[in-house]
C-alpha cells in the first residue's frame, strides 16, 4: 500500500500511509448480502417442473453476478487501490483500477491543513481533510480519512517541518 520505496526521493521517507476508511464499505457489504439473499430466495423458489427452470436460475445468476460486480466488487477494489502516503517532503494520493491516477501535493507548497467531522464521522474516527496548496487546485478535500486528527496533526507537523527547512522532521 502506498509509495513503493523506488518511488521515493533521496531521503524522502514514508510517515503514514492508508485507504480510505473501512465506511466506504458499508454500502458494498449490504448490497452484496441483500443481492446474495435474493436471488438465493428467486432461485429456490423457481418452481423445478417448470419447462425453462433451468434457464431462468441461470438468468437468475447472471444478473446476480452482474450486480455483484457493480455494487459491490468494483467499490471494493475502488477503495482498495485508493491509496493516501504522507511522507517526509509530499502527500501522495493514488487511485484507479485499470487506469491509475497520482496526484503529489509537495509540502512546501501547502498553505493549510483542515478538517471536518460530522457526528457519525466524530464516532468512526474519520472526516474530510481539507488541504489548500499554492498550486492550480487549490483547496482539495479528501474525504473518509480515517484517524482523520492524528493525520491532520502529522501532516501540519511535517508542513511547519518543510517551511522551517527540516524536511527530515529532525
Known amino acids: 500500500?502506498?509509495?513503493?520505496?523506488?518511488?521515493?526521493?533521496?531521503?524522502?521517507?514514508?510517515?503514514?500511509?492508508f485507504h480510505p476508511h473501512w465506511k466506504r464499505l458499508i454500502v458494498p457489504f449490504l448490497a452484496l448480502?441483500?443481492?446474495?439473499?435474493?436471488?438465493?430466495v428467486a432461485i429456490y423458489f423457481?418452481?423445478?417442473?417448470?419447462?425453462?427452470s433451468g434457464?431462468?436460475?441461470?438468468?437468475?445468476?447472471?444478473?446476480?453476478?452482474?450486480?455483484?460486480?457493480?455494487?459491490?466488487?468494483?467499490?471494493?477494489?475502488?477503495?482498495?487501490?485508493?491509496?493516501y502516503t504522507l511522507t517526509s517532503h509530499r502527500f501522495a494520493i493514488s487511485t484507479g483500477i485499470l487506469n491509475k491516477a497520482d496526484d503529489d501535493i509537495p509540502l512546501a507548497k501547502v498553505n493549510s491543513?483542515?478538517?471536518?467531522?460530522?457526528?457519525?464521522?466524530r464516532i468512526l474516527g474519520c472526516g474530510t481533510?481539507?488541504?489548500?496548496?499554492?498550486?492550480?487546485k487549490g483547496e482539495i478535500d479528501y474525504?473518509?480519512?480515517?484517524?482523520?486528527?492524528?493525520?491532520r496533526q502529522e501532516l501540519f507537523r511535517?508542513?511547519?517541518?518543510?517551511?522551517?527547512?527540516?524536511?527530515d522532521g529532525k
Not at 481533510?129 to 492550480?136: I, P, Y
Request: charged share 20%; aromatic share 10%.
Open 33 to 40: 448480502v441483500l443481492v446474495v439473499a435474493a436471488s438465493s
Open 158 to 167: 511535517l508542513v511547519e517541518d518543510a517551511s522551517d527547512g527540516n524536511i
Open 1 to 17: 500500500m502506498g509509495l513503493a520505496d523506488h518511488y521515493l526521493t533521496e531521503g524522502e521517507r514514508v510517515v503514514h500511509s
Open 113 to 121: 491543513v483542515s478538517s471536518d467531522q460530522r457526528f457519525l464521522e
Open 55 to 83: 434457464i431462468v436460475r441461470i438468468a437468475v445468476a447472471v444478473v446476480a453476478v452482474v450486480l455483484l460486480t457493480w455494487w459491490s466488487f468494483i467499490p471494493y477494489l475502488k477503495w482498495k487501490t485508493t491509496s
Open 46 to 52: 423457481i418452481p423445478s417442473d417448470y419447462e425453462y
Open 143 to 151: 474525504k473518509d480519512i480515517p484517524k482523520i486528527q492524528t493525520v
Open 129 to 136: 481533510l481539507r488541504v489548500e496548496s499554492a498550486s492550480e
